[in-house]
């Protein structure tokens, strides 16, 4: 009798260690699984990184691009208003000479850098919008950002048509865009073949506008991003933040790309003028970006 007590006593403590180790074993893939949830998957992305030049704006068109280069990015946005530097006499991009462009463009192959988009300000009549549609051309971009008036958005589109270039819209806040929400801009893109969305992610907060439903609204139409973070919602005041440190859900951003087969341009960019620049900042998002998805840091040769 004793040895069967003894039996018996034995058989429960194995059961209770087997019993504890899969109780252990649950909460660790339970465990697994929230940080996983939490954090975007690794698996590789086949986005265009880089950075809008407006956000070294106070600089010149090449110091721009050293700086781009100095944060390891391959792409680079330019905009027209942009002073070209000292040797063309500062002179804005849209004003200048097709040598003169030409002068830039070879700058930028210099640099071992990409320029496939460039931001334009167009104007009130299809002259303006041709000018900045010419300076797009002879920089080689695949398509332009910008904001065209509602009353200009078929001739807009007819030029983007005839150059080749798409157009990608852009929003700021409310009262100051008419893209602000991005209803407004897939109405603009009914029945304008070349017209795409460039939501800027750090404006829609000021307009109590969560970035990541603006991009699940505007799936399939994104051409690139503005990569942007601001302090808090509903505040048209403010200036934007460091990506990473503002209320932008980043991590969910990223996953809703990726559930969208995302493979166009993301680019960082900043509008507050930290001095004595902005490079610290944005290398500390370039940084954030690859850390969040767990991606190895590419190693571009000169």
Not at 151 to 179: F, P, Q, R
Request: aromatic fraction near 12%; glycine fraction near 8%.
């Amino acid at each position: 009798m004793k040895r069967k007590y003894q039996i018996h006593l034995l058989t429960a403590a194995v059961l209770s260690i087997v019993l504890n180790g899969c109780f252990s074993l649950t909460l660790s893939a339970q465990s697994g699984t929230k940080e996983a949830a939490d954090k975007p998957t690794s698996k590789a992305v086949d986005w265009k990184l880089g950075v809008a030049l407006y956000t070294f704006s106070t600089m010149s068109f090449p110091e721009q691009l050293a700086y781009a280069d100095s944060a390891s990015l391959k792409y680079v946005e330019g905009f027209v208003f942009a002073k070209s530097g000292k040797e063309l006499k500062d002179t804005v991009l849209f004003k200048l000479s097709p040598a003169g462009i030409q002068n830039l463009k070879k700058k930028v192959a210099d640099q071992g850098l990409k320029m496939e988009s460039i931001y334009v300000v167009g104007g009130k009549n299809v002259a303006d919008w041709k000018r900045d549609f010419e300076v797009a051309k002879a920089f080689g971009v695949k398509y332009v950002t910008g904001e065209p008036p509602r009353n200009m958005w078929d001739s807009v589109d007819s030029l983007a048509g005839i150059y080749g270039i798409k157009v990608a819209l852009h929003n700021h806040w409310k009262e100051n865009s008419i893209y602000w929400h991005p209803d407004s801009v897939l109405a603009a893109l009914k029945g304008h073949p070349n017209f795409g969305a460039c939501p800027d992610l750090g404006h829609y907060p000021k307009s109590g506008i969560n970035p990541v439903d603006a991009l699940k609204k505007l799936e399939g139409k994104i051409i690139g991003i503005h990569l942007k973070d601001i302090a808090e919602y509903n505040n048209n005041k403010i200036q934007d933040v460091p990506v990473g440190t503002g209320v932008v859900d980043f991590p969910a951003v990223f996953a809703e790309l990726k559930h969208q087969k995302f493979n166009g341009y993301v680019m960082f960019e900043r509008d507050t003028k930290e001095q004595p620049n902005n490079l610290t900042s944005l290398k500390q998002m370039v940084n954030y970006y690859y850390k969040t998805l767990d991606l190895p840091r590419p190693f571009f040769p000169k």
